[in-house]
C-alpha cells in the first residue's frame, strides 16, 4: 500500500525557517517524480514545488522561487521541502503527492501537515 | 502563469440531477485534470487528460473539452458525489488550480 507521511509543521514565525519531510512507501520512491502542493486554510489548492525521480530537475511556483528548496533522498524514501524567510501568506496544510509514472497525475496524497506562520 | 477560472462557484443539486463544472483557461491548454477533494480530506485525483476517469471514479462521472474550454458532468447527481472539485493544468514551469466549485446535495 502506498503511503505518503508528512511531518515537521508548526508555528513558526514570520522571516524564521522549517523543513518539511514526507515518508514513503510502498513504492519504489527512485522511479517517481515528486511534487508539494499547499492549501491555505479555506482556500484552494496550490502547487509548490516538483522534483523528478532523480533530483535533477526541480520546478517552483514564482512566489516561493529562491526561499523554498525541494530535494529527496532516494536511500531513504524521503521527500524534503526547506522552507526560508517564511511569510504569512505560507500559512496551509501541505501536501506531498507523487506523480503517476506515465500520465500528469498526482496520484497518491499525504494526509498534509500544517504550516503556520505568525508572530 | 495559465489562470483557470471555474464556474459556478458553489452549486446545489438533487439526486439524479445532471451536473456540469466549467473551467476556462487563459491561454490555450493541451489537457485538464480534476481532483475531487472532500471537508478534512485530502484531494484525490478524479479525472486526468480531460476525460479519463482514475481509478475507482463511477462511470457517471465524465471530462470533455479542449483549448481553453473544459468540463466535468456528472449524471444522475449521487449524495457521496458532494464535495469540491478543482480543475488543473499540466504546462511547465508553474502548474495551476482553478479555485474550485464546491458541489452539495439538495
Known amino acids: 500500500e502506498v503511503q505518503l507521511v508528512e511531518s515537521g509543521g508548526g508555528l513558526v514565525q514570520p522571516g524564521r525557517s522549517m523543513k518539511l519531510s514526507c515518508a514513503a512507501s510502498?513504492?519504489?520512491?527512485?522511479?517517481?517524480?515528486m511534487a508539494w502542493v499547499r492549501q491555505a486554510p479555506t482556500k484552494g489548492l496550490e502547487w509548490v514545488a516538483t522534483i523528478s525521480y532523480d533530483g535533477s530537475s526541480t520546478y517552483y511556483r514564482d512566489s516561493v522561487k529562491g526561499r523554498f528548496t525541494i530535494s529527496r533522498d532516494n536511500a531513504k524514501s524521503t521527500l524534503y521541502l526547506q522552507m526560508n524567510s517564511l511569510r504569512s501568506e505560507d500559512t496551509a496544510t501541505y501536501y506531498c503527492?507523487?506523480?503517476?509514472?506515465?500520465?500528469?497525475?498526482?496520484?497518491?496524497w499525504g494526509q498534509g501537515v500544517m504550516v503556520t506562520v505568525s508572530s | 502563469e495559465i489562470v483557470l477560472t471555474q464556474s459556478p462557484t458553489t452549486m446545489t443539486a438533487s439526486p439524479g440531477e445532471k451536473v456540469t463544472i466549467t473551467c476556462r483557461a487563459s491561454?490555450?491548454?493541451?489537457?485538464m485534470h480534476w481532483y475531487q477533494q472532500k471537508p478534512g480530506a485530502s484531494p484525490k485525483p478524479w479525472i486526468y487528460e480531460t476525460s479519463k476517469l482514475a481509478s475507482g471514479v463511477p462511470d457517471r462521472f465524465s471530462g470533455s473539452g479542449s483549448g481553453t474550454s473544459y468540463s466535468l458532468t456528472i449524471n444522475n447527481m449521487e449524495a457521496e458525489d458532494a464535495a469540491t472539485y478543482y480543475c488543473?493544468?499540466?504546462?511547465?514551469?508553474?502548474?495551476?488550480f482553478g479555485s474550485g466549485t464546491k458541489l452539495e446535495i439538495k
Open positions: 491561454s490555450s491548454v493541451s489537457y
Open positions: 488543473q493544468q499540466w504546462n511547465y514551469p508553474s502548474l495551476t
Open positions: 503527492t507523487r506523480e503517476h509514472y506515465v500520465y500528469p497525475l498526482w496520484d497518491y
Open positions: 510502498g513504492f519504489t520512491f527512485s522511479n517517481y517524480g
